[in-house]
């Protein structure tokens, strides 16, 4: 489990994005390409919040999560 402290760390460096962030917005923090993101949004390893209409959204906090695992992965 992370502590405190790491994910106090990633959200300062991620200050500038809102709570909830487009699929664009996750792509720039992965920096990922937009296929990559809906292929890990659709698998379910990043989660997101439920979709309206044509958008998906994703949870700042989800993210920080998400980059939280995959720094102790290597």
Known sequence: MA?????????NKLRK??????VKQVCEILNFGTTKVYGMIGSGEIKRIEKSG????????DVIEFLIAHKKDG
């Open 3 to 11: 502590s405190n402290a790491e994910k106090k760390d990633i959200a």
């Open 54 to 61: 044509r958008h998906i959204r994703v949870l700042k906090a």
């Open 17 to 22: 994005y809102p709570p909830v962030l487009t």
